[in-house]
């Protein structure tokens, strides 16, 4: 910066040039430019105490007292005289004398007139011999004449009464042609104007930050700082504030010294606050303390003591020099690298306080204006201040999306924590329904009011906690309305009866005033109860007696509903703030139960996804009125719409929000209904429950122990993994989120064995959302159903999967016996055919034929091919029946080999053995001219008896292997096997094993488990 300022310096400062001597300046030879002035110091003749006059001789001058005073200078350090007048004259030779010259007399202390050639040219102030009829001023001012002489006679009156000690000259005369004059001028205010104007600009931008908000002590400094730096600039060099603005002489002075002590203070405070220092608070307490006493002293100093301003001012500049930097450079060891622009700008101050002020006052008077040093250092603390801004807009996102997450680990906790509370608490709300529903307790009528006051606060306390799960569904745009015919009338009923407690413990009544007939309304329904729900609690919460109407009616085609209530009622800061999440109202507010403050802000949410607005009109102590409106149903759909009542078995919001009477009604129904689907079948439908939570075991096998199930419960997916393979099983119900393997993964593996059909899966989420339950589907869930479970919704979707299932199972069996009782033509017409040769060759034969024949057909048509299981003897019987006739026919052809352990008490599916034998008979070994030998084998392991068919036929192709027991074959071959295969699946999780090498054979085996005992 120092550079830069002597570089400035040397386009700046003025050319060698002659030098005034005794009262006489020679230029004729000077060469005048119109770029450039010359100063007219040296040695000018000096008249103390006399105003000469203009017109005086030379013989008249030289009878006067007369000395060479040196200019710029005092005239205290030529004379011992601190107060006075005297006039200053000089002798200019020049050479030209046609061009038109200009003089300028940027500091004269401090009034003076100026004479040229005898002629007045221009006066600042008014000097006069004494002060009262001085008038003094001081400001740079220049005047332009022409000559015809050579000789230019400079003549100046000057008076100073005000100054002490610095009367004079005291800055250099100005010389040159009036062009050069005028753009010397010209470039020196314009460079204090730019200046002053940039300065503006960053108060300007300080104040519009303060107007924004930020009020930062820094703030206030800094813009006091430039107003003050602003005026230092105003005040000094050409004085443009006191062109505009006259002033007196001594205030002008004074106010100098207050300005830069100002500036200097200022400086020092916003450096300080802008860095956050607070060590040396004593010296700069200190500090403050003497610049606060010096401008005090200031403003009271008697002209005469005015020179003592320089002193303190110095000494205060002085410590400001030392403490700013000081401060800098502590913060830039601390690690703050911004403080560099502090530096900086503590460096463009103190070099321009220390070389324009001390060294401009005391050895270059006529330094050039410098501009750059302030702008350097307002820029400086500008970007000092961008910098912060930007590590504080940095920062200030980073915390921003650090309290996003945390916002939203805040709803993900909430919805978790809710999901955790809703299942005990729809657990407890479950047994709860059950022992008041079971008609064996004997329940005195105060607990069967317990009983019916337990679920109506866990229906209450449930919605609360639905609550908590929807903020963060709202806050993701993941809310979708299930729109449908609502009955306002029904819908409030169940409201009103569910909150009938909370207002029964006041002196407190809820009017329901909505007719029977009011139109049904479009709107979902589990929503609308939320909005009722918590408009009418939030009037319970906030009045203490009185009464509290729920009333509708019809305008413009909308179903207007509102809340009315005789309680506290709410200023106008409370009505602002009573839709904000989690605002609970004042907290001076009388009977406040307690709250999440969601309520209100869910209603209106859940009103606006409707179409409509939820407003309020409220006054202190005047109660308050909630309304909204909802679109009336089209005709068709009230026709179609069922009645309250009518079909709310099946509707689970309406069976939630119903009274415990209408559910213990429901109940009895239900116990008075017909035997079930269920009581068809000879064994209890079996179901797998898997869940992590041995609580929700309970619960699950406690809803379900009425309805005949035998319930297997375990806590992993690969203890039901296991169990898979123990037997037969109706139903897998399974939790989705569990350790280790979760439902959506237990769902895919049990998929591997078992289609859609053949063992249903329901899955319980405590997620409703619709990616949740898509990705249920994806894994193979037949159905799902979220928590917390609805009792009787649950009992409806087990009995509807387990008769799905079972059904199926029966179309299977059918179908076996079905394809059993197809005896193909020309079997029977062959078998006929074989009687008849045998009646004229061998009756004996004949007679043994005939008895086989007929304990095939018997078996065909036998009943027990209809049921699950039958004893293995049972199939034997029909293959001994089968293959005798066969090789009657085809006598040595077909060889028959029997391999059997011990069968006893084996059973296996009807019409499993035959199919195979078949299949191995006719297509692998009769298709061939030699034919071939049939091997059943009946092996005994430790857990399970093994069938085996084999052949030594034409085997099978690999590519018609592979296909063999595909559902979507077009061909007919193979029905037999392809029913046989997914009913082992289903039995025993594992089908028909079938292996073959063409040429040489077919092997066809599976495995029948020996019976267990089902675990508990």
Same mark, same amino acid.
């Given at each position: 910066?120092?550079?830069?300022?002597?570089?400035?310096?040397?386009?700046?400062?003025?050319?060698?040039?002659?030098?005034?001597?005794?009262?006489? %300046?020679?230029?004729?030879?000077?060469?005048?430019?119109?770029?450039?002035?010359?100063?007219?110091?040296?040695?000018?003749?000096?008249?103390?105490?006399?105003?000469?006059?203009?017109?005086?001789?030379?013989?008249?001058?030289?009878?006067?007292?007369?000395?060479?005073?040196?200019?710029?200078?005092?005239?205290?350090?030529?004379?011992?005289?601190?107060?006075?007048?005297?006039?200053?004259?000089?002798?200019?030779?020049?050479?030209?004398?046609?061009?038109?010259?200009?003089?300028?007399?940027?500091?004269?202390?401090?009034?003076?007139?100026?004479?040229?050639?005898?002629?007045?040219?221009?006066?600042?102030?008014?000097?006069?011999?004494?002060?009262?009829?001085?008038?003094?001023?001081?400001?740079?001012?220049?005047?332009?004449?022409?000559?015809?002489?050579?000789?230019?006679?400079?003549?100046?009156?000057?008076?100073?009464?005000?100054?002490?000690?610095?009367?004079?000259?005291?800055?250099?005369?100005?010389?040159?042609?009036?062009?050069?004059?005028?753009?010397?001028?010209?470039?020196?205010?314009?460079?204090?104007?730019?200046?002053?104007?940039?300065?503006?600009?960053?108060?300007?931008?300080?104040?519009?930050?303060?107007?924004?908000?930020?009020?930062?002590?820094?703030?206030?400094?800094?813009?006091?700082?430039?107003?003050?730096?602003?005026?230092?600039?105003?005040?000094?060099?050409?004085?443009?504030?006191?062109?505009?603005?006259?002033?007196?002489?001594?205030?002008?002075?004074?106010?100098?010294?207050?300005?830069?002590?100002?500036?200097?203070?200022?400086?020092?405070?916003?450096?300080?606050?802008?860095?956050?220092?607070?060590?040396?608070?004593?010296?700069?307490?200190?500090?403050?303390?003497?610049?606060?006493?010096?401008?005090?002293?200031?403003?009271?100093?008697?002209?005469?003591?005015?020179?003592?301003?320089?002193?303190?001012?110095?000494?205060?500049?002085?410590?400001?020099?030392?403490?700013?930097?000081?401060?800098?450079?502590?913060?830039?060891?601390?690690?703050?690298?911004?403080?560099?622009?502090?530096?900086?700008?503590?460096?463009?101050?103190?070099?321009?306080?220390?070389?324009?002020?001390?060294?401009?006052?005391?050895?270059?008077?006529?330094?050039?204006?410098?501009?750059?040093?302030?702008?350097?250092?307002?820029?400086?603390?500008?970007?000092?201040?961008?910098?912060?801004?930007?590590?504080?807009?940095?920062?200030?996102?980073?915390?921003?999306?650090?309290?996003?997450?945390?916002?939203?680990?805040?709803?993900?906790?909430?919805?978790?924590?809710?999901?955790?509370?809703?299942?005990?608490?729809?657990?407890?709300?479950?047994?709860?329904?059950?022992?008041?529903?079971?008609?064996?307790?004997?329940?005195?009528?105060?607990?069967?009011?317990?009983?019916?006051?337990?679920?109506?606060?866990?229906?209450?306390?449930?919605?609360?906690?639905?609550?908590?799960?929807?903020?963060?569904?709202?806050?993701?745009?993941?809310?979708?309305?299930?729109?449908?015919?609502?009955?306002?009338?029904?819908?409030?009923?169940?409201?009103?009866?569910?909150?009938?407690?909370?207002?029964?413990?006041?002196?407190?009544?809820?009017?329901?005033?909505?007719?029977?007939?009011?139109?049904?309304?479009?709107?979902?329904?589990?929503?609308?109860?939320?909005?009722?729900?918590?408009?009418?609690?939030?009037?319970?919460?906030?009045?203490?007696?009185?009464?509290?109407?729920?009333?509708?009616?019809?305008?413009?085609?909308?179903?207007?509903?509102?809340?009315?209530?005789?309680?506290?009622?709410?200023?106008?800061?409370?009505?602002?703030?009573?839709?904000?999440?989690?605002?609970?109202?004042?907290?001076?507010?009388?009977?406040?139960?307690?709250?999440?403050?969601?309520?209100?802000?869910?209603?209106?949410?859940?009103?606006?996804?409707?179409?409509?607005?939820?407003?309020?009109?409220?006054?202190?102590?005047?109660?308050?009125?909630?309304?909204?409106?909802?679109?009336?149903?089209?005709?068709?759909?009230?026709?179609?719409?069922?009645?309250?009542?009518?079909?709310?078995?099946?509707?689970?919001?309406?069976?939630?929000?119903?009274?415990?009477?209408?559910?213990?009604?429901?109940?009895?129904?239900?116990?008075?209904?017909?035997?079930?689907?269920?009581?068809?079948?000879?064994?209890?439908?079996?179901?797998?429950?898997?869940?992590?939570?041995?609580?929700?075991?309970?619960?699950?096998?406690?809803?379900?122990?009425?309805?005949?199930?035998?319930?297997?419960?375990?806590?992993?997916?690969?203890?039901?993994?296991?169990?898979?393979?123990?037997?037969?099983?109706?139903?897998?119900?399974?939790?989705?989120?569990?350790?280790?393997?979760?439902?959506?993964?237990?769902?895919?593996?049990?998929?591997?064995?078992?289609?859609?059909?053949?063992?249903?899966?329901? %899955?319980?989420?405590?997620?409703?959302?619709?990616?949740?339950?898509?990705?249920?589907?994806?894994?193979?869930?037949?159905?799902?159903?979220?928590?917390?479970?609805?009792?009787?919704?649950?009992?409806?979707?087990?009995?509807?999967?387990?008769?799905?299932?079972?059904?199926?199972?029966?179309?299977?069996?059918?179908?076996?016996?079905?394809?059993?009782?197809?005896?193909?033509?020309?079997?029977?017409?062959?078998?006929?055919?074989?009687?008849?040769?045998?009646?004229?060759?061998?009756?004996?034969?004949?007679?043994?034929?005939?008895?086989?024949?007929?304990?095939?057909?018997?078996?065909?048509?036998?009943?027990?091919?209809?049921?699950?299981?039958?004893?293995?003897?049972?199939?034997?019987?029909?293959?001994?029946?089968?293959?005798?006739?066969?090789?009657?026919?085809?006598?040595?052809?077909?060889?028959?080999?029997?391999?059997?352990?011990?069968?006893?008490?084996?059973?296996?599916?009807?019409?499993?053995?035959?199919?195979?034998?078949?299949?191995?008979?006719?297509?692998?070994?009769?298709?061939?001219?030699?034919?071939?030998?049939?091997?059943?084998?009946?092996?005994?392991?430790?857990?399970?008896?093994?069938?085996?068919?084999?052949?030594?036929?034409?085997?099978?192709?690999?590519?018609?292997?592979?296909?063999?027991?595909?559902?979507?074959?077009?061909?007919?071959?193979?029905?037999?096997?392809?029913?046989?295969?997914?009913?082992?699946?289903?039995?025993?999780?594992?089908? %028909?094993?079938?292996?073959?090498?063409?040429?040489?054979?077919?092997?066809?085996?599976?495995?029948?488990?020996?019976?267990?005992?089902?675990?508990?």
């Amino acid at each position: 910066m120092v550079s830069l300022r002597m570089l400035w310096y040397s386009f700046r400062i003025m050319p060698e040039h002659p030098q005034a001597e005794r009262g006489e %300046l020679d230029l004729r030879h000077w060469q005048f430019s119109d770029r450039q002035v010359i100063t007219l110091n040296g040695e000018w003749e000096f008249y103390p105490g006399q105003f000469i006059s203009p017109a005086a001789s030379g013989e008249q001058r030289d009878e006067l007292d007369r000395l060479y005073m040196q200019v710029p200078g005092k005239w205290s350090s030529s004379i011992n005289q601190k107060f006075g007048y005297g006039t200053y004259r000089l002798r200019v030779l020049i050479q030209d004398t046609d061009g038109v010259y200009s003089i300028q007399l940027p500091n004269v202390q401090s009034a003076s007139r100026l004479y040229i050639n005898g002629q007045m040219y221009g006066e600042m102030g008014h000097p006069a011999e004494t002060k009262e009829h001085n008038k003094a001023r001081n400001v740079p001012y220049s005047v332009n004449f022409h000559t015809a002489k050579t000789e230019v006679e400079v003549l100046l009156h000057v008076s100073n009464f005000h100054i002490y000690g610095m009367g004079g000259i005291v800055q250099s005369v100005k010389f040159g042609t009036a062009t050069a004059m005028m753009n010397e001028r010209l470039l020196s205010e314009m460079l204090q104007i730019v200046v002053c104007v940039v300065l503006l600009l960053h108060g300007i931008y300080a104040g519009i930050l303060f107007g924004l908000g930020h009020r930062g002590k820094e703030l206030l400094y800094f813009a006091l700082m430039i107003f003050f730096a602003v005026l230092s600039v105003l005040t000094d060099d050409d004085k443009l504030l006191l062109v505009w603005m006259p002033i007196p002489m001594a205030w002008v002075f004074k106010l100098k010294i207050i300005i830069y002590i100002c500036l200097a203070i200022f400086l020092m405070m916003c450096t300080k606050s802008l860095l956050g220092r607070q060590e040396n608070r004593r010296t700069v307490r200190a500090l403050l303390v003497f610049s606060a006493a010096g401008m005090l002293l200031m403003i009271g100093l008697p002209d005469r003591y005015l020179r003592v301003g320089n002193h303190l001012l110095l000494i205060i500049m002085l410590a400001v020099i030392i403490l700013v930097p000081y401060f800098a450079f502590r913060s830039i060891r601390e690690g703050e690298k911004s403080a560099v622009f502090i530096l900086m700008a503590a460096a463009a101050v103190s070099i321009n306080i220390f070389i324009g002020g001390i060294i401009k006052s005391r050895f270059w008077a006529d330094m050039p204006y410098y501009p750059l040093d302030l702008i350097i250092a307002f820029v400086s603390f500008a970007a000092f201040w961008f910098i912060r801004f930007a590590q504080t807009t940095f920062h200030a996102k980073r915390l921003a999306e650090r309290l996003q997450e945390e916002d939203k680990r805040k709803d993900e906790f909430l919805a978790n924590t809710s999901h955790e509370l809703r299942n005990p608490l729809h657990g407890m709300i479950n047994m709860a329904q059950a022992v008041l529903d079971n008609g064996q307790n004997r329940l005195i009528d105060r607990h069967r009011s317990d009983l019916k006051l337990l679920i109506q606060i866990g229906q209450r306390l449930s919605l609360q906690l639905n609550d908590l799960l929807d903020v963060s569904l709202l806050r993701e745009g993941q809310i979708r309305l299930d729109k449908q015919s609502v009955s306002v009338q029904a819908t409030a009923s169940g409201v009103v009866e569910m909150l009938r407690y909370l207002s029964d413990a006041k002196k407190l009544e809820i009017v329901l005033d909505v007719p029977d007939a009011f139109p049904r309304v479009l709107a979902d329904e589990n929503r609308l109860v939320q909005i009722l729900f918590n408009l009418l609690h939030n009037a319970i919460k906030y009045t203490n007696e009185g009464f509290i109407v729920l009333s509708a009616e019809v305008h413009e085609n909308q179903a207007r509903i509102y809340v009315r209530d005789t309680g506290i009622g709410m200023d106008e800061e409370n009505k602002r703030r009573v839709f904000l999440p989690y605002h609970q109202g004042t907290s001076n507010a009388p009977a406040i139960q307690g709250g999440l403050g969601l309520g209100l802000s869910i209603c209106k949410q859940f009103v606006e996804l409707h179409g409509s607005s939820l407003e309020l009109q409220s006054e202190p102590g005047q109660g308050s009125v909630f309304s909204f409106s909802l679109p009336l149903a089209v005709a068709d759909q009230n026709k179609a719409a069922p009645e309250p009542g009518g079909s709310g078995k099946n509707d689970a919001a309406y069976i939630f929000l119903t009274s415990t009477d209408r559910l213990a009604e429901l109940a009895v129904a239900e116990e008075s209904a017909p035997e079930q689907e269920t009581a068809q079948w000879d064994s209890q439908p079996k179901i797998i429950a898997v869940d992590d939570d041995p609580v929700n075991l309970k619960i699950l096998q406690h809803i379900l122990s009425r309805e005949h199930y035998h319930i297997s419960a375990v806590t992993s997916a690969e203890e039901a993994l296991q169990l898979l393979d123990s037997g037969e099983w109706d139903l897998v119900i399974s939790d989705v989120m569990m350790p280790n393997i979760s439902g959506y993964e237990l769902t895919r593996e049990i998929r591997r064995k078992y289609t859609i059909s053949e063992l249903p899966i329901l %899955l319980l989420t405590a997620r409703s959302r619709s990616q949740d339950i898509e990705a249920g589907f994806k894994a193979g869930a037949n159905d799902y159903l979220s928590k917390p479970m609805d009792a009787l919704e649950l009992k409806t979707r087990v009995q509807a999967l387990i008769s799905l299932k079972r059904s199926i199972m029966e179309r299977l069996h059918m179908e076996a016996a079905w394809l059993q009782a197809q005896i193909q033509p020309h079997f029977l017409y062959n078998t006929l055919n074989s009687v008849a040769s045998l009646s004229v060759m061998d009756t004996s034969r004949m007679v043994v034929l005939l008895e086989r024949f007929g304990s095939y057909l018997r078996t065909s048509f036998d009943v027990r091919n209809l049921q699950r299981l039958v004893p293995i003897e049972h199939e034997l019987e029909m293959l001994h029946s089968y293959l005798y006739i066969e090789k009657e026919r085809f006598g040595e052809r077909l060889q028959v080999v029997w391999d059997l352990q011990d069968y006893s008490s084996v059973q296996i599916p009807p019409l499993s053995m035959q199919p195979i034998v078949e299949n191995s008979v006719r297509h692998g070994l009769l298709t061939r001219v030699s034919g071939g030998t049939v091997t059943i084998r009946i092996h005994n392991h430790p857990d399970y008896t093994e069938i085996i068919v084999e052949d030594d036929g034409v085997g099978i192709e690999e590519d018609k292997l592979r296909c063999l027991l595909e559902t979507d074959s077009h061909s007919r071959r193979g029905i037999g096997l392809i029913n046989t295969d997914r009913r082992l699946k289903q039995l025993y999780g594992q089908g %028909l094993h079938i292996s073959s090498v063409p040429g040489e054979g077919t092997r066809v085996a599976f495995q029948i488990p020996k019976p267990k005992s089902l675990p508990d």
